[in-house]
């Protein structure tokens, strides 16, 4: 949050409440076997809200990086290095088998998670990138994001129209290098063809094993049996799509 009244007061209020509860675990001297996550749900909000991404493009909601590049935080005591920086990329998807993994608890053969324990990467055991690549979608909105490059088709480009349901294809999105230019400014699909393909065929062979979203844009139309005004369908098999 940037600046004071309304919206300092969401940032007290959480660090507020955060500090009570490492409070408590440090009172029942249970630092040592608590490991604690921390991270927003997503980017920052609406421009109604005065939120202010700079120098990241974009909101909640949408796929470019103010949409989906937050804060990340570990902590666990006499396991994790204190005051590390790493600025490789991780997703939420990450802290399934991080928890199993500290827990000790093996996960079933056939469990399969689109995240990765993250514990050997702080603690060096590991040193190269998490991921080979980050995907998403969300209705007619798409990215991935690998090593420097991220394809994206985001709010307010001509290929991504109101409504936004459906319609998630690779076809028009854009490129860019999010290591040189983290507020994406410059698209480069036209002067780098090839990256641009490579990207695309693989968020298309992602999003080939993902089944239909069952909430968010596009829900109602995709959900079995629906009618319409009808709320969206869960759905019980995996969903590998970060909608």
Known sequence: MIGGGLRS???????????????????NGQ???????FFSDNGGP????????????????????GGIRIAF??????KIPAGKVDDRPVIQFDIHPTALAAAGVKAPGEAKFDGVNLLPYPTGKKSGPPHDALYWRFGQQIAIRSGDWK??????????KPPAAGGKATTDAG?????ADIGEKTNLAQKNPEKLKELAALWDTWNAGNIDA????GARRNAPNAQPGDPAQPRRKRNQSAN
């Open 214 to 217: 069952a909430w968010g844009p």
């Open 73 to 78: 935080l570990m902590q666990w005591k006499g």
């Open 175 to 179: 490129l860019y290098n999010v290591t």
């Open 9 to 27: 007061k969401p940032a007290r209020t959480h660090a507020f409440t955060i500090g009570k509860v490492l409070a408590q675990i440090r009172a």
């Open 31 to 37: 630092e040592e076997n608590t490991l604690i996550f």
């Open 46 to 65: 609406t421009p109604q809200s005065t939120s202010g991404d700079a120098p990241l493009r974009g909101f909640k909601a949408q796929t470019w990086e």
């Open 151 to 160: 394809l994206v088709k985001g709010a307010g480009m001509a290929s991504v």
